[in-house]
C-alpha cells in the first residue's frame, strides 16, 4: 500500500494508543493466573494480537476487543501446541522461556525478519536448564521442563529475555536467581515487567545491580480489571512531528509518572529546543517548535526512538550524533541502514557507521518516495519527516504500521480542532 503525506501535515490533536509493551506483559500476567482478568485498553495492533493467538494455544481462552481484552486461564495444554507469532520478538522471547516453565511442547511459527533475529545466548541457557529447542526454517520448536537454579545472561543483548525468564521462574517449584552480567541495557522495559509482576502479586527480591531472587510455586494474581497506559513509543512520532512545527501538536492518553524508555522523547525534545508543555492531571502533553538544536544521543536505553530522532536531527542546523546504536541492525529492519537511506532519500544527508548514525541537518528535507522496507518505524519516521519537506511524501509498504500502531494514518489525518 502507498501512502501520500502532504507537506507540513500536523493533526491538531491526537489520542495515542494503549503501550503494546505493557499489553503484552499485562495479557501474560492474566494468562498464567488463575481467575478471569479484564483489561481495558485503547486500541490493537499485529503483536498484541500476535501475544493473545499464542496465549489461546496455551489453553486461555481470550475476547477481543479494540477498548478490552477478558482473559479466562484454563489448563495448560498437553497436546502438541502452535504458536503463531508472527513477526513479534516480544512475543516470541518472552513466552518461549514461560513454555518451558509450563512443560508445553510444540513449535512457534514465526514470519518476516524475525528467524533471523538473535535468540542466544537465551536459547543456550534454557537448553542448560532443560528445555530442548530446534530450528526449522520459520518453526522454533521446542519441548523439556525447566529446572530451578541460577540463571545468567549478559545484560546488553536484550532486555526481552530477562522479562521472559522474568515471567517464567516464579512458575517453577523451587527458588530461582537470575542474573544481568554486564551493562544492563532498555532499562525501562524491565522496569515495566517489574511493574506487571507487582501488579500480578508476584514476589521478587532484587539485589546487587540486577539479580533477581524468585520464590517459586507462584502464579500471578492482577485485579479482576487493570488499564494499559499510552505509548510513548507511538507518541513519539507525533511529539516530533509538533517540535518541528510552528501550530505544535497535544497528544491525550499518556501517563506523565510513566516508567516506559521512550518518555525520555520529552527530554530529548527539550533538548532540541521545543517548547514542551505537560499536563500531569489531564495525561496529555503539547509540544510545539521553538529553537532546532543539533544534539546527541546515547541510544542504548532508547534504541526504538532513533528513527525518528534521525528526522528530528534533520530539522536542525548541524551535526546530530545518534550512538551505541548497533542492535537496530537486528530489527524489523536494518534500522541504521534504513533510517539514513530514508533521510538521503527524501533529501538529507546521514552518515551511517557500525553502531551510531551522524545526521548532517540543514532544517529542512525535499519529499519524494521512501520505501517502508516493511519496518513500521521507518514508515511512520517516513510520515514524520513530511512536516520538513517542500513537497509530499509518498511512502511504499505503509501498511506495516499495523504491527504497532494500525490507526497511524487515520490520526496523522485528524484535522478536528
Not at 490493537?44 to 477478558?70: H, M, N, P, W
Request: net charge negative.
Amino acid at each position: 500500500m502507498k501512502k501520500t503525506v502532504l507537506p507540513r501535515s500536523v493533526p491538531h490533536a491526537v489520542s495515542i494508543p494503549s503501550s503494546k509493551s505493557v499489553v503484552h506483559r499485562l495479557l501474560i500476567c492474566a494468562a498464567l493466573g488463575r481467575r478471569p482478568v479484564k483489561l481495558h485498553l485503547n486500541g490493537l495492533s499485529k503483536d498484541i494480537l500476535a501475544t493473545a493467538a499464542c496465549l489461546e494455544g496455551f489453553g486461555t481462552e481470550l475476547t477481543v476487543s479494540e477498548r478490552e481484552i477478558i482473559v479466562k486461564p484454563g489448563p495448560a495444554s498437553e497436546k502438541d501446541v502452535v504458536l503463531p507469532c508472527g513477526e513479534s520478538g516480544s512475543t516470541l522471547r518472552f513466552l518461549l522461556p514461560v513454555c518451558g516453565a509450563l512443560g508445553l511442547h510444540g513449535h512457534f511459527r514465526m514470519e518476516g525478519r524475525l528467524p533471523e533475529r538473535p535468540m542466544q545466548p537465551l536459547e543456550a541457557m534454557l537448553e542448560e536448564k532443560g528445555m530442548l529447542l530446534k530450528h526449522e526454517g520459520a518453526l522454533l520448536s521446542f519441548s523439556g521442563t525447566l529446572t530451578p537454579g541460577m540463571y545468567h545472561l549478559p545484560g546488553n543483548i536484550s532486555s526481552q529475555y530477562f522479562s521472559g525468564l522474568l515471567f517464567a521462574l516464579p512458575l517453577l517449584g523451587e527458588e530461582s536467581t537470575l542474573c544481568a552480567e554486564g551493562r544492563m541495557e532498555s532499562l525501562g522495559y524491565i522496569a515495566l515487567t517489574e511493574d506487571a509482576l507487582s501488579a500480578a502479586q508476584v514476589s521478587y527480591q532484587k539485589t546487587g545491580d540486577y539479580i533477581w531472587h524468585l520464590p517459586g510455586g507462584q502464579h500471578p494474581q492482577l485485579p479482576e480489571e487493570v488499564s494499559a497506559e499510552g505509548d510513548w513509543s507511538n507518541a513519539a512520532f507525533f511529539l516530533c512531528m509538533g517540535a518541528l512545527s510552528p501550530k505544535g501538536i497535544t497528544l491525550h492518553g499518556l501517563n506523565l509518572h510513566s516508567r516506559q524508555g521512550d518518555k525520555a522523547i520529552l527530554d530529548l525534545l527539550r533538548r532540541f529546543g521545543a517548547d514542551v508543555k505537560e499536563d500531569t492531571a489531564a495525561g496529555s502533553v503539547t509540544v510545539r517548535r521553538n529553537q532546532c538544536c543539533p544534539f546527541e544521543v546515547d541510544a542504548s536505553a532508547i534504541p526504538d526512538l532513533v528513527p525518528v530522532l534521525s528526522i528530528l536531527a534533520c530539522g536542525a542546523a548541524g551535526d546530530t550524533k545518534i550512538y551505541n546504536a548497533a542492535r537496530l541492525r537486528l530489527k524489523e529492519s536494518d534500522r541504521l541502514q534504513t533510517t539514513a537511506r530514508l533521510i538521503s532519500d527524501l533529501g538529507g544527508n546521514a552518515e551511517e557507521f557500525a553502531d551510531a548514525l551522524l545526521i548532517h541537518g540543514t532544517g529542512t528535507l525535499k519529499g519524494g518516495t521512501a520505501d517502508s522496507t516493511n519496518d513500521h518505524r521507518i514508515a511512520m519516521s517516513a510520515a514524520t519527516a513530511a512536516v520538513l519537506c517542500g513537497r509530499e511524501v509518498v511512502i511504499l509498504g505503509a501498511e506495516c504500521v499495523e504491527k504497532s500502531y494500525p490507526g497511524f494514518w487515520d490520526d496523522l489525518e485528524r484535522r478536528d480542532e
